[in-house]
């Protein structure tokens, strides 16, 4: 009985996805879980697993095509079952002896007497080949008049081809549809530039005191909890202080109303090989260091495998990016709607800056805070980027919390 691989639904919103790629073709075995296909939504990408173990024998939908959540888009069939109608078995063949007819004899009638001599067998019996009668030759016929040759118009000649760019000359290209992800991203980042009043302020941080701190904690830590001490939870625990600060930066506007968040889900940003993907720490406000740190080391593998699912990207209050581990020196992140701010982090630079009186040199790092200037004004943004300045560069007082 053949098994169908349906659509799963992905999200509340979510109708229709699109078919990225069918990692399996029609007769390959596959394990119960196997990943067969990679599907775009659009918040996320995900691997569509064998509902069990068997062999892939239809696939109904090609890559690129959009079908609907809980559309059969494959049939397996279970392993085990045969694959293949059986045939009949073939009958032995008859030996060459009994083929052959025994002889028969003809008993004569009453009142006959038997011939002299004694019938040849039937399976011995010899025809002799039918000679052919003589054919009197055929009487000579005039042949007709062979036709006029018809003479063919001559042909144009061929048009020569066009000669073949070299790749990377002018005019070369390739086209390739944009996943259903991309599409949406796009779409919401559009729209957020059309629809917002967005504004970028920036800031310096010196993260002397916050790699100091990573460089004597970070082997007690590791052994403790299994995860690095990065740079994320820093900022995630600065933003929420700051957060708390300044509540215009984790509220949303909704008409004409302001609805105020009293949690914190922090979005964090992370560049999956399949795309952008942002999912959310939930209630981050109740959670320490080394729990922002394993839940962001879980986000970035699940998303490399295409295992986030719709829930853990849905919703948010605040966003955090990191150009900087691409190397950005500087940019202005887009808010992600319907939040009213995005805080951009930056490569590390060592730098020389001017402290108490004398040039030295410290690791660097450029913020950015784009927020919704129709919520948040300039006075409230530029004292949420310093707040989270002097928690960074005195990261103790994140936790006594002054």
């Given at each position: 009985?053949?098994?169908?691989?349906?659509?799963?639904?992905?999200?509340?919103?979510?109708?229709?996805?699109?078919?990225?790629?069918?990692?399996?073709?029609?007769?390959?075995?596959?394990?119960?879980?196997?990943?067969?296909?990679v599907?775009?939504?659009?918040?996320?990408?995900?691997?569509?697993?064998?509902?069990?173990?068997?062999?892939?024998?239809?696939?109904?939908?090609?890559?690129?095509?959009?079908?609907?959540?809980?559309?059969?888009?494959?049939?397996?069939?279970?392993?085990?079952?045969?694959?293949?109608?059986?045939?009949?078995?073939?009958?032995?063949?008859?030996?060459?002896?009994?083929?052959?007819?025994?002889?028969?004899?003809?008993?004569?009638?009453?009142?006959?007497?038997?011939?002299?001599k004694?019938?040849?067998?039937?399976?011995?019996?010899?025809?002799?080949?039918?000679?052919?009668?003589?054919?009197?030759?055929?009487?000579?016929?005039?042949?007709?008049?062979?036709?006029?040759?018809?003479?063919?118009?001559?042909?144009?000649?061929?048009?020569?081809?066009?000669?073949?760019?070299?790749?990377?000359?002018?005019?070369?290209e390739?086209?390739?549809?944009?996943?259903?992800?991309?599409?949406?991203?796009?779409?919401?980042?559009?729209?957020?530039?059309?629809?917002?009043?967005?504004?970028?302020?920036?800031?310096?941080?010196?993260?002397?005191?916050?790699?100091?701190?990573?460089?004597?904690?970070?082997?007690?830590?590791?052994k403790?909890?299994?995860?690095?001490?990065?740079?994320?939870?820093?900022?995630?625990?600065?933003?929420?202080?700051?957060l708390?600060?300044?509540?215009?930066?984790?509220?949303?506007?909704?008409?004409?109303?302001?609805?105020?968040?009293?949690?914190?889900?922090?979005?964090?940003?992370?560049?999956?090989?399949?795309?952008?993907?942002?999912?959310?720490?939930?209630?981050?406000g109740?959670?320490?260091?080394?729990?922002?740190?394993?839940?962001?080391?879980?986000?970035?593998?699940?998303?490399?495998?295409?295992?986030?699912?719709?829930?853990?990207?849905?919703?948010?209050?605040?966003t955090i990016?990191?150009?900087?581990?691409?190397?950005?020196?500087?940019?202005?992140?887009?808010?992600?709607?319907?939040?009213?701010?995005?805080?951009?982090?930056?490569?590390?630079?060592?730098?020389?800056?001017?402290?108490?009186?004398?040039?030295?040199?410290?690791p660097?790092?450029?913020?950015?805070?784009?927020?919704?200037?129709?919520l948040?004004?300039?006075?409230?943004?530029?004292?949420?980027?310093?707040?989270?300045?002097e928690?960074?560069?005195?990261?103790?007082?994140?936790?006594?919390?002054?």
């Amino acid at each position: 009985m053949p098994i169908d691989l349906k659509i799963p639904v992905v999200g509340e919103s979510i109708t229709e996805v699109q078919i990225n790629e069918w990692l399996k073709s029609v007769g390959d075995l596959v394990k119960a879980d196997e990943p067969v296909a990679v599907v775009d939504s659009e918040k996320t990408t995900f691997d569509l697993p064998a509902p069990q173990a068997g062999k892939l024998t239809k696939i109904f939908h090609q890559a690129g095509e959009t079908v609907r959540v809980g559309t059969v888009v494959a049939q397996f069939e279970l392993a085990g079952e045969a694959s293949a109608t059986p045939t009949p078995e073939a009958k032995p063949a008859a030996p060459a002896a009994a083929s052959a007819e025994k002889p028969k004899t003809k008993k004569s009638a009453p009142g006959e007497t038997a011939s002299a001599k004694p019938a040849a067998p039937a399976a011995v019996k010899v025809v002799a080949p039918a000679v052919p009668a003589p054919v009197a030759p055929p009487e000579p016929v005039e042949a007709p008049a062979a036709p006029a040759p018809v003479v063919a118009p001559p042909k144009p000649p061929a048009p020569k081809p066009a000669p073949r760019l070299p790749v990377g000359a002018e005019g070369s290209e390739e086209i390739v549809p944009m996943t259903m992800l991309r599409r949406t991203v796009a779409r919401r980042l559009v729209e957020a530039q059309q629809t917002m009043a967005m504004l970028t302020t920036f800031n310096e941080i010196d993260l002397s005191s916050v790699q100091a701190l990573r460089k004597e904690q970070q082997a007690a830590f590791e052994k403790r909890y299994q995860v690095r001490l990065g740079l994320m939870s820093f900022f995630v625990k600065a933003t929420i202080d700051a957060l708390k600060q300044f509540p215009q930066l984790n509220a949303e506007l909704r008409g004409n109303d302001i609805v105020y968040h009293n949690y914190f889900d922090i979005g964090v940003a992370i560049a999956a090989e399949r795309g952008l993907v942002v999912p959310v720490l939930r209630d981050a406000g109740r959670m320490g260091f080394a729990e922002v740190e394993q839940a962001i080391s879980d986000f970035a593998k699940r998303a490399n495998a295409g295992k986030l699912l719709p829930a853990e990207l849905a919703g948010g209050t605040f966003t955090i990016t990191n150009g900087g581990s691409f190397g950005s020196l500087l940019s202005t992140p887009i808010i992600n709607p319907p939040q009213t701010g995005i805080l951009g982090m930056h490569t590390i630079q060592e730098r020389p800056v001017a402290v108490q009186g004398q040039v030295v040199i410290r690791p660097m790092m450029y913020v950015a805070l784009t927020y919704d200037h129709r919520l948040v004004d300039g006075r409230e943004a530029v004292l949420f980027l310093r707040r989270i300045k002097e928690a960074l560069e005195n990261p103790v007082r994140m936790l006594i919390e002054i």
